[in-house]
């Protein structure tokens, strides 16, 4: 069977990763331990504990989703890869695969007073993802992949948006980081 596209491999690899990594995010949402609840009301309380663990699972969802899309869209810009663009996609991939994690803590520790830690890590693998993004816009300019004047226009947005992302989520790990040491020197 003749590939339809020269990234035909390299977009079906990565939508695996994709999906793996949606698949992944819904295991941080736990189901209230049975013998901790005795009522209906019982188990409402738990259900409104985990509520937290639900939003950031759906935001995450969002994300990955709305990163994927674009991820599509950036390939039928170019022609064919580089070895950077395939290690850029590497990069932008494992920001993916860890996004999971940081999902977790914002679910378990958004409404503690130790919740700076878990947001920081939150943005910080965004900002990485921007990285990721940046780093396949280079490389498809680098090594003029594009497909036509058009695409290389497309990419060169991508690019700037890649760093207006970048600086976005810096600027919230600042933010979050700021929170935490005020917050830290309100408990001394």
Not at 100 to 123: K, N, R, S
Not at 137 to 143: F, G, L, Q, T
Request: aromatic share 12%; hydrophobic share 55%; proline share 3%.
């Amino acid at each position: 069977m003749a590939e339809t596209s020269p990234n035909a491999r390299l977009e079906a690899f990565s939508d695996g990763v994709f999906a793996i990594a949606l698949t992944l995010l819904v295991l941080d949402i736990k189901i209230p331990n049975a013998e901790s609840i005795h009522s209906t009301g019982d188990l409402w309380a738990a259900l409104l504990h985990i509520v937290p663990s639900i939003i950031a699972f759906f935001l995450s969802f969002v994300i990955i989703l709305i990163t994927w899309v674009n991820h599509h869209a950036a390939f039928q810009l170019v022609n064919g890869s580089s070895v950077s663009g395939t290690y850029a996609n590497g990069f932008l991939l494992l920001t993916i695969v860890i996004f999971p994690f940081p999902t977790g803590l914002v679910g378990e520790y958004v409404l503690t007073d130790y919740a700076a830690p878990a947001v920081i890590l939150y943005v910080g693998v965004q900002a990485l993802q921007a990285v990721g993004w940046i780093w396949l816009a280079h490389a498809a300019i680098r090594h003029k992949l594009a497909k036509n004047e058009r695409a290389k226009q497309h990419i060169a947005q991508n690019l700037r948006y890649g760093y207006y992302a970048l600086a976005l989520y810096t600027a919230c790990a600042i933010l979050a980081m700021a929170s935490e040491s005020s917050q830290c020197s309100k408990r001394r």
